[in-house]
């Protein structure tokens, strides 16, 4: 098994690996370095649902999906996240992530990881370059760059999170939303420690956060712009193009992601499996 770093502040692309059938002492490697690189691609791989699952398993328990109508008719652990359409419907989550965010803070204890293995990747006809990119940016680095003052302001502090929040999250059609209308809004600290390095993360975004206990309304939502543009800085990023069999999986407390929709329905088709791993209460 082969480990890159990518030249960013966060990812690293793995290599001459099969998840389906992967030793104690490469699982700990892949582990390790998902910890510390926030964003890792294993490449080629060639995976069942089962497979896949059973992957993902390793890492954690398996998060149910709410958005029941778009997952597998025979694995409800995974959920399409699809642009294709059958009889004029879409069968999987289209438009996933089309604002920064980090999957499902609006919960108590929000996701470690988030995997998505593509099986259709959509690509410029003429260019033959993949559309679709997925970029990530890194919470810890840019928690890092904060001045002594700005941090000193931020220890302590817990942001309001909801999931029909400030600006409702697009990739949440309106029967989406309406099926997370009932999600009660959550706290999470400002700056999240990361349970395994950990390293101080910023940890709010402008789609989700809608205050900050114990501050005006005004000052809260100036902070969480200055602090949600902070972390998605040019300078933290890193950008997945995508190529099918790409197993790719990030961590919900150190990268926040963007999905772009540079593709369209029919000419382009893309076909993913999301599968997302439990994780814990923020501190
Ligand atoms: C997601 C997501 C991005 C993409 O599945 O949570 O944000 O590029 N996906 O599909
Ligand atoms: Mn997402």
Same mark, same amino acid.
């Given at each position: 098994m082969n480990i890159v770093q990518t030249p960013e502040v966060i990812g690293a692309h793995v290599s001459e690996v099969d998840l389906a059938? @992967?030793?104690d002492a490469d699982f700990a490697r892949i582990e390790q370095t998902f910890n510390q690189r926030g964003v890792i691609c294993i490449r080629d791989q060639r995976l069942s649902e089962a497979q !896949?699952?059973?992957?993902a398993r390793r890492f954690g328990g398996i998060e149910p999906h709410f958005l029941k109508h778009y997952t597998h008719p025979d694995h409800p652990e995974i959920l399409y996240i699809s642009n294709v359409k059958k009889d004029g419907k879409d069968i999987g989550h289209a438009d996933a992530g089309s @604002?920064?965010?980090?999957?499902?803070?609006?919960v108590e204890?929000?996701?470690r990881a988030t995997l998505l293995?593509? !099986?259709e990747v959509p690509m410029d006809s003429e260019s033959? @370059?993949?559309l679709g990119n997925t970029q990530f940016a890194s919470a810890a680095a840019a928690y890092d760059s904060l001045s002594p003052e700005t941090k000193q302001r931020l220890a302590g502090l817990r942001a309001i999170h909801q999931v029909a929040g400030r600006r409702a999250k697009t990739g949440t059609g309106q029967q989406d939303q309406a099926l997370r209308r009932d999600q009660p809004a959550v706290v999470h600290p400002v700056v999240r420690t990361h349970p395994f390095t950990k390293r101080k993360c910023l940890y709010v975004s402008k789609g989700e956060c809608e205050g900050i206990e114990g501050m005006a309304k005004d000052e809260a939502l100036a902070l969480i712009d200055q602090l949600a543009e902070r972390t998605v800085e040019e300078r933290f990023r890193y950008t997945h193009r995508w190529r099918v069999g790409d197993l790719l999986m990030w961590d919900n407390c150190a990268v926040q992601h963007l999905a772009s929709f540079d593709y369209q329905w029919p000419q382009h088709r893309r076909l993913m499996h999301r599968v997302t791993v439990g994780g814990s209460v923020p501190f």
């Open positions: 059938r @992967v030793s !896949l699952i059973a992957f @604002v920064w965010h980090t999957d499902m803070s609006y204890r929000p996701p293995y593509a !099986l033959g @370059v993949a």
